[in-house]
């Protein structure tokens, strides 16, 4: 009899069923928790924003002219959103940018109307062809397309809020959108920036 009950208590302990199916459910559990409510230190400080999210960010650095630093923001669908980077030489100059004039060239960028999906009535633009004209206080400067392609708009709120430039630029301020053919942008992609080496240059500058 005192064998018997020493070969019981030798005996490896055989796991409950229930309780292995309770751990892993558990452990499930923690996991998806951790998906749908990450760590908040794992978090960034403030949230993507639109163009973060859904666009990739180009620059060209002194753009035909030394200071002349513009953005190139590409969706998916191939558009560029064109406008004026952070640390163009304008937004040094007091007060800011004051006045944006699209009637430069031979015609009125902001009289362009594209209608339908053939975009019709869109012009055709080489990268440095001049998108409008930017004022300041004490100087103007050009802003151009930075990429070959079909104009689509030009954002015409500017002419009555020119103030958008210097408070939103890389948003609301935006200059124009344009519509690049993909062998086009191949051939421009190539003497951009991307975002850190942008960031690198103008650091360092």
Sequence with gaps: MNNEANDLEKS???????QNL??????EEEELHK?????IRDLPTTPPSSVQTNFVSYFAPDF???GHD???YRHANGLCVIGLARTHVAFKDEGGITVVDFNVGKSDRSGIKVTGKRKKNAQHFESNTALCKVCTQNDSYIVRCCVKGSLLEVNDRLIKQPELLNSSTDREGYIAIIMPKPADWLKVKASLLGVE???KLREGS
């Design 35 to 39: 998906l749908l409510l990450p760590d």
């Design 70 to 72: 513009q953005y190139v």
């Design 22 to 27: 309770d751990q892993e459910l558990k452990e």
């Design 12 to 18: 490896p302990v055989r796991n409950n069923p229930t």
């Design 197 to 199: 080496e942008y960031k």
């Design 64 to 66: 035909v002219k030394p």
